[in-house]
């Protein structure tokens, strides 16, 4: 995976749905992250780290893969795991009705 993204832009979708009892609302967070071109020593070393082991997308944002990002469009909580202003609107959705 590591390899297809280098010197790429992916995609990060996140997903967050609120349900109760009489009410359902979802959204899907969209984030464009661009990666340098990574050399085979990098992609060995960041996954020697151990990191990248147990991320759906193997690489962490937040921790030494974030050194591998040279942009991001949309939102960094998303590409993290939870969109934080998202997951906050939805909620208020149910506050405030």
């Keep these: 995976m590591l390899q297809a993204m280098s010197g790429q832009k992916h995609q990060v979708l996140t997903a967050v749905s609120v ?3 009489n009410k359902q609302s979802s959204v899907v967070v969209t984030t464009d992250v661009w990666f340098k071109a990574l050399s085979e020593k990098e992609i060995e070393q960041y ?3 151990g990191e990248p082991q147990d991320k759906a997308g193997s ?3 937040q921790g030494l893969g974030g050194r591998f990002v040279t ?3 949309g939102s960094y909580y998303a590409v993290v795991g939870l969109p934080l202003y998202e997951t906050d609107q939805l909620l208020q959705e149910f506050i405030n009705n």
Excluded: K, P
């Design 19 to 21: 349900v109760s009892q």
């Design 47 to 49: 996954w020697l780290s």
């Design 59 to 61: 690489y962490g944002i």
């Design 71 to 73: 942009r991001i469009e």
